[in-house]
């Protein structure tokens, strides 16, 4: 059974910095970040491949995020900086197992999710 966990996600002041964690059972082609802030739609936050030689920001956090990878640690970071209260919410992990040209944004495109960790920035 795959498994996707999450962790990393607190409370912080604007302007401070969080790095969130996933950890995946397996080694998938696609891993992914997506948010879900209350009373708003998932929203792709960002990704990358396994080789990655692809990486997709969505605009809302380009420059302020990076994510990363290390495949021997079936692991994908996302190191949050500058961080404003619009970037609260519940922060999802995806990981795909199907191979893409570009890096996908849409939900459907990732086969598996973590259980999702609360990211609060207070103003």
């Known amino acids: 059974q795959v498994q996707l966990v999450e962790s990393g996600g607190g409370l912080v002041q604007t302007g401070g910095s969080l790095r969130l964690s996933c950890v995946a059972s397996?080694?998938?082609?696609?891993m992914g970040w997506f948010r879900q802030a209350p009373v708003k739609e998932l929203e792709f936050v960002a990704g990358i491949s396994r080789s990655r030689l692809k990486i997709q920001y969505s605009d809302a956090v380009k420059g302020r995020f990076t994510i990363s990878r290390d495949n021997a640690k079936n692991t994908v970071y996302l190191q949050m900086n500058s961080l404003k209260p619009e970037d609260t919410a519940v922060y999802y992990c995806?990981?795909?197992?199907?191979?893409?040209?570009?890096?996908?944004?849409?939900?459907?495109?990732?086969?598996?999710w973590g259980q999702g960790t609360q990211v609060t920035v207070s103003s």
């Open positions: 397996g080694d998938f082609l696609m």
């Open positions: 995806g990981a795909g197992a199907r191979y893409w040209n570009s890096i996908p944004a849409t939900r459907e495109s990732y086969d598996y």
